[in-house]
């Protein structure tokens, strides 16, 4: 009689393609936290650039605290920061990934993604009137003789459009983790009494 190979059993196969399941679940969670570690190092950066921005010359002072645009990127980053922190503890948990947590992520970096969106783009639109001025509204060419605060109020908006870029790719891994627990719909054709069930994607 021919001995069996242990190694092609049924229940053998079933073991090994368990362990290589657990293998990706382990490096899509680990790449996951990294991707939510980014944007806390790119959130800290833009806050601690804008919460040194201050300029004092001979036109005068100004600091970030004294426009709220800047006010704003601020705090945004600072909540964004902790955000991340916190998200990237929970995701290297290992644990299973219920429906209320996926329910939870998705609309938190849904969240989050338009309150950082938003921080740059105003601080964008004051950092355009500080460098060209608008006559309409008497906002004269502030960059002109604050320089050195405009330069690094530029990098700190530039991190934080960085930053956004980051949050759009966790929104949309969110959306796939929330939206692959459902179930396919079901085709029918009527009278033929044929079922189909559309692909997961």
């Known amino acids: 009689m021919e001995k069996r190979d242990k190694g092609s ?18 490096t899509m969670r680990t790449a996951e936290t990294l991707l939510r570690l980014v944007p806390m190092a790119l959130c800290v950066s833009a806050l601690v650039v804008m919460l040194k921005n201050s300029q004092t010359n001979d036109f005068g002072s ?5 426009l709220g645009a800047f006010r704003y990127l601020v705090n945004a980053n600072g909540i964004c920061a902790g955000y991340s922190l916190l998200s990237a503890v929970i995701v ?3 644990r ?22 938003a921080a740059g783009t105003v601080s964008t639109e004051v950092l355009y009137l500080a460098s060209k001025g608008d006559t309409t509204i ?3 060419e502030a960059c002109v003789s604050f320089g050195g605060f405009c330069h690094r ?8 459009f960085a930053v956004v870029i980051c949050y759009a790719v966790l929104s949309l891994l969110s959306s796939y983790n929330l939206f692959s627990k459902y179930d396919s719909p079901v085709l ?4 033929k009494g044929i079922e189909i069930a559309t692909l997961h994607g």
């Open 138 to 140: 008497t906002w004269s």
């Open 153 to 160: 109020a530029l990098i700190s908006t530039v991190i934080t």
């Open 9 to 26: 059993s049924p229940m053998a196969m079933m073991g090994s393609g368990g362990d290589e399941n657990e293998d990706v679940k382990t």
């Open 92 to 94: 290297a948990m290992p």
């Open 188 to 191: 029918t054709y009527p009278g």
């Open 96 to 117: 299973p990934s219920t429906m209320p947590r996926a329910w939870t992520f998705f609309l938190l970096d849904q969240l989050l993604t338009y309150v950082i969106l």
């Open 62 to 66: 100004l600091s970030y605290s004294d």
